[in-house]
């Protein structure tokens, strides 16, 4: 499996600051899932069940829902988690 770097902004790791975790996974649901292994409390703020509820950028690019499940990785992938933003 490709090793890759997950960005995790403050807004998710809050009272600590943002930082970067290494793991290793061929998908994007495989990361998100090894991050969830790494810092268990995560769960709760990354996915609802199977549901997403965070947005992912893959090397900067922005994935919608429907591709984070399928997209594969590779090595020196960076994805980065942002918080959804809603507003009225």
Same mark, same amino acid.
């Given at each position: 499996m490709p090793a890759i770097t997950v960005g995790l902004p403050a807004a998710l790791t809050a009272?600590?600051? *943002?930082h970067d975790v290494a793991c290793e996974a061929a998908t994007i649901v495989e990361a998100l899932r090894a991050? /969830? *292994?790494q810092a268990?409390?995560?769960e709760q703020r990354i996915f609802y069940g199977d549901r997403l509820l965070? /947005?992912?950028t893959l090397n900067g690019k922005h994935?919608?829902?429907a591709q984070v499940k399928d997209t594969e990785l590779a090595a020196g992938d960076r994805l980065d988690i942002l918080m959804p933003v809603a507003g009225g």
């Open positions: 009272p600590r600051p *943002a991050l /969830v *292994a268990p409390h995560l965070v /947005v992912v994935l919608p829902p």
